[in-house]
């Protein structure tokens, strides 16, 4: 069965808002009932655009990474050229290093130059200056039951920040459950603790089985004390540089 396209998952999500049912919707996009429900679990609540670029990343992990596919082409020459997406955050949600889009750029292998970039290529250097700033105190997640590792019980999480492609300064908060690899998406503005830590406490709030939170040595995590004060449960951290410690986030992300 082949992969759903982008206008398929925008379909869907217009029909979500309608409130349509599964099945009526795939009745509407000619596919099975179980093809609309795994995909509309995939991202929560349900958006084309992420859950396409979630497809794109897992499709692209399964082959090589340093392979630039025509779908990946395609989302490139479509986000960065004409949504303005800057190429850094384009490789977060692809799951790429960022030079490598700046790699493409420069060999002509994208249908973009230097020129549409939103801040006209100023910001290869800013990001490989590396100005994100980062903090050393928490619980290692050397310190982490091996059980959080081995996925076999629910209630443990994943929580990671990314660049939002909408807004200047907007920042999409991932969530992501490790047993049943749920995925969450709550949207602030601002990347630091000061936005972030209120919407991660309104969010396991919420929770009633919430067993741990890892996330990596970002600032905007840097008050870990309070959610684990007011949630009771621990937040861990992962080494820097070390995205596989959080496989199930950074996947989605």
Do not use: C
Not at 95 to 122: H, Q, V
């Amino acid at each position: 069965m082949t992969s759903l396209s982008s206008q398929e998952r925008t379909v869907i999500q217009t029909l979500l808002e309608l409130n349509y049912s599964i099945r009526a919707i795939a009745r509407f996009i000619k596919r099975s009932p179980s093809t609309v429900s795994i995909e509309i679990h995939q991202v929560t609540p349900y958006k084309a655009e992420i859950a396409h670029a979630l497809a794109l990343k897992k499709r692209h992990l399964r082959g090589r990474h340093d392979t630039l596919t025509p779908a990946i082409a395609v989302f490139l020459n479509h986000h960065i050229g004409i949504l303005k997406w800057s190429p850094e955050t384009a490789a977060h949600v692809l799951g790429l290093p960022f030079k490598t889009i700046y790699n493409w750029l420069n060999a002509g292998r994208l249908k973009l130059s230097l020129a549409d970039l939103p801040d006209k290529g100023i910001r290869q250097k800013r990001q490989s200056d590396g100005r994100r700033q980062v903090f050393v105190h928490g619980r290692s997640i050397e310190t982490r039951p091996e059980s959080v590792k081995a996925r076999q019980t629910f209630g443990h999480f994943e929580v990671d920040t990314m660049q939002s492609g909408k807004r200047r300064g907007d920042v999409l908060v991932t969530i992501t459950e490790r047993l049943s690899r749920q995925h969450i998406v709550r949207r602030v503005t601002g990347r630091n603790s000061q936005a972030v830590t209120p919407v991660l406490i309104r969010f396991f709030q919420g929770i009633k089985n919430a067993k741990s939170i890892t996330v990596d040595r970002g600032r905007e995590f840097a008050k870990y004390n309070e959610i684990e004060q007011k949630l009771g449960i621990p937040v861990y951290f992962a080494h820097p540089y070390s995205p596989e410690e959080r496989g199930s986030n950074e996947i989605l992300n």
